[in-house]
Nanobody, 120 residues
């Protein structure tokens, strides 16, 4: 089994910061790209940021310059540092990873999500 567990969500005032973390565990052979997505009520799930095994990053235009994605390949973790938060960043944030288990092709795995609320 493979599991992704997110942590770090919560309530923060506009302009504040939060750091989300996601840890992958289980029968993992390798992890390729890791992602953060978010979904606000009534909206589709959208990609926030991604980071490849080699460290190449990609961000949604709406978060460029405010959010930073990073990963620890030894610990199988991915973090999302969120600064200058805005009310429109309010959403459930999901971690996703392209994981290969021993003897299998890579598959996408999702975490359960963590709520981020930006409000005064």
């Amino acid at each position: 089994q493979v599991q992704l567990a997110e942590s770090g969500g919560g309530l923060v005032q506009p302009g504040g910061s939060l750091r989300l973390s996601c840890a992958a565990s289980g029968s993992i052979f390798s992890i390729n790209t890791m992602y953060w997505y978010r979904q606000a009520p009534g909206n589709q799930r959208e990609l926030v940021a991604a980071i490849t095994y080699g460290g190449t990053t990609n961000y949604a235009d709406s978060v460029k310059g405010r959010f930073t994605i990073s990963r620890d390949r030894l610990k199988n973790t991915v973090d999302l540092q969120m600064n200058s938060l805005k009310p429109e960043d309010t959403a459930v944030y999901y971690c996703k990873a392209d994981i290969r288990k021993v003897g299998e092709r890579p598959n996408a795995y999702w975490g359960q999500g963590t709520q981020v609320t930006v409000s005064s």
